[in-house]
């Protein structure tokens, strides 16, 4: 009998060592920053210039965004032949150029402040150095995503201002069990027309430029209804910017 005991003991002591570890979310979010380049890869970024093409409504819109480290950003749009900044912010203040009067106006300061608290989280994700900035993530399991098997993590992040109060800003990642990339995420509305809305956003065609790899494709989803797909073209890191770029034009 004892010896009966001793190699179930040992069968199921090889059987343990063989399973799959369970993942916890700094685990996966460890390897999501590995297989995209490595954190001194990312960390070496000073800014980074995305050129490519959105497509809403079944009209061509092609852009240049510009991203810096400290968190400014630029997103300039071709309107038949003209440039239209979409969205900026300069460091401290969020501004965009008026569809009728065809002139830049500044944000309000609400909207400014929640730009501050996410800016830096353009560049790579804001997974990246996520606890430095005081956000959490948790692991909710495994799922499915359009046939996939994924890894569903929730983050928390800095708390987003709304009619001058603090509520709660997460947002829902899909990772890829296999790449440890996201392929989806999904958040509320929190302010505006489509508050309370779930908007989505799609990740794929994952490209490597000078090491580093990014989603190519990025497809927005309102309710599920598509919204807007920004294919890119071209990434560039590091180069060379004019600082003026960020700073709202005078009258």
Same mark, same amino acid.
């Given at each position: 009998?004892?010896?009966?005991?001793?190699?179930?003991?040992?069968?199921?002591?090889?059987?343990?060592?063989?399973?799959?570890?369970?993942?916890?979310?700094?685990?996966?979010?460890?390897?999501?920053?590995?297989?995209?380049?490595?954190?001194?890869?990312?960390?070496?970024?000073?800014?980074?210039?995305?050129?490519?093409?959105?497509?809403?409504?079944?009209?061509?819109?092609?852009?240049?965004?510009?991203?810096?480290?400290?968190?400014?950003?630029?997103?300039?749009?071709?309107?038949?032949?003209?440039?239209?900044?979409?969205?900026?912010?300069?460091?401290?203040?969020?501004?965009?150029?008026?569809?009728?009067?065809?002139?830049?106006?500044?944000?309000?300061?609400?909207?400014?402040?929640?730009?501050?608290?996410?800016?830096?989280?353009?560049?790579? /994700?804001?997974?990246?150095?996520?606890?430095? &900035? #005081?956000?959490?993530?948790?692991? @909710?399991?495994? *799922?499915?995503? $359009?046939?996939?098997?994924?890894?569903?993590?929730?983050?928390?992040?800095?708390?987003?201002?709304?009619?001058?109060?603090?509520?709660?800003?997460?947002?829902?990642?899909?990772?890829?069990?296999?790449?440890?990339?996201?392929?989806?995420?999904? /958040?509320?509305?929190?302010?505006?027309?489509? &508050? #309370?809305?779930?908007?989505?956003? @799609?990740?794929? *065609?994952?490209? $490597?430029?000078?090491?580093?790899?990014?989603?190519?494709?990025?497809?927005?989803?309102?309710?599920?209804?598509?919204?807007?797909?920004?294919?890119?073209?071209?990434?560039?890191?590091?180069?060379?910017?004019?600082?003026?770029?960020?700073?709202?034009?005078?009258?």
């Amino acid at each position: 009998m004892k010896t009966s005991l001793k190699l179930v003991a040992a069968l199921i002591f090889c059987l343990t060592i063989n399973l799959p570890q369970a993942q916890t979310a700094d685990e996966i979010v460890t390897n999501y920053i590995e297989n995209i380049g490595g954190h001194d890869a990312w960390d070496s970024v000073e800014n980074m210039k995305i050129t490519g093409v959105a497509n809403q409504q079944g009209t061509d819109y092609p852009f240049v965004a510009t991203y810096m480290k400290d968190g400014r950003y630029v997103i300039d749009v071709d309107l038949q032949g003209n440039s239209f900044i979409v969205e900026a912010f300069d460091g401290e203040n969020s501004w965009a150029m008026n569809f009728q009067t065809q002139k830049a106006e500044a944000a309000d300061s609400e909207t400014s402040t929640n730009t501050k608290n996410g800016a830096k989280d353009e560049i790579v /994700s804001p997974f990246f150095n996520y606890s430095d &900035k #005081g956000y959490k993530v948790e692991l @909710l399991g495994k *799922d499915t995503w $359009e046939g996939s098997e994924v890894y569903k993590v929730k983050l928390t992040m800095t708390p987003v201002l709304v009619d001058g109060k603090e509520e709660e800003n997460t947002e829902l990642f899909y990772f890829d069990t296999e790449n440890y990339v996201p392929i989806a995420s999904e /958040s509320k509305v929190t302010s505006g027309p489509a &508050k #309370g809305a779930t908007a989505q956003t @799609l990740y794929s *065609d994952y490209q $490597e430029v000078d090491g580093k790899y990014l989603a190519f494709t990025m497809t927005n989803k309102f309710n599920g209804n598509v919204g807007l797909v920004m294919n890119v073209q071209s990434v560039e890191f590091n180069a060379d910017v004019d600082e003026n770029i960020f700073k709202m034009p005078e009258d």
